[in-house]
């Protein structure tokens, strides 16, 4: 099983792609290599930000790693919030206020369509490598669910009836943006 750290502070994601790769990457997390830092996500699309994460822990630490920018990017906000999905209702603010502007920024609009997007960038063997994945779907007017995290209770992938925070972990894992990424990174490594 190889061994590869992934560069994210957000538990959600590190559990995830745990559950998604079950047996087929050991993955270490910043925790079990000592690193604490914030690290800052200036770029301005996914793929820098990937990037960035990445490059810090393997200039910092050595290790081979990767890591994950995801944006949620609506149609009718012209791909809002997208890069800045995280910040969305300002520095400091939680994933409730995030949803609760966009349900705001929305509530007029009846175009609802939307799309996850996750970018992972991989280090290994001094080479970077970009994976891809989205998932196409709507935001509905107010939050259901209480499954996954960040924007979820407000997504419904195409194709289902219910948010990914009412569809639990297994099928949002086994259809997600971050699954179709991260199924890209396991199929390069052992190709
Ligand atoms: P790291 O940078 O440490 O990995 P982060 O939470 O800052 O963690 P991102 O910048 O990639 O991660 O994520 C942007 C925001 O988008 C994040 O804070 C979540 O609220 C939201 N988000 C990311 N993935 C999501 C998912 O699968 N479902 C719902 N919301 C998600």
Known sequence: ??????????????????????GRLRILSLADIGCHEEI?????????NALIKARFVREKYGC????????????????????????????????????????????KTENRTARFRTVIALLVNGEEHLFDGVIRGKII???RGTGGFG????????????????????TKNSISHRALAIHKLVKYLYS
């Not at 770029?43 to 820098?48: A, F, I, M, P, V």
């Not at 994950?68 to 609506?74: F, K, Q």
């Not at 407000?154 to 569809?167: K, N, R, S, W």
């Open 1 to 22: 099983m190889k061994e590869i750290v992934f560069a994210t502070n957000n538990r959600h994601k590190l559990d995830e792609i745990g559950k998604i790769t079950a």
């Open 40 to 48: 800052s996500e200036t770029g301005s699309t996914l793929e820098e």
């Open 64 to 107: 081979h790693c990767f890591a994950d920018d995801t944006g949620l990017e609506v149609e009718a906000l012209d791909g809002a919030p997208g890069v800045y999905s995280s910040r969305y209702a300002g520095a400091g603010c939680n994933s409730a206020d995030n949803t609760d502007k966009l349900l705001k920024a929305l509530q």
């Open 141 to 143: 007017s107010e939050k």
């Open 151 to 170: 924007y979820d209770p407000v997504f419904i992938p195409d194709g289902h009836a219910q948010t990914f925070a009412e569809l639990g972990d297994e």
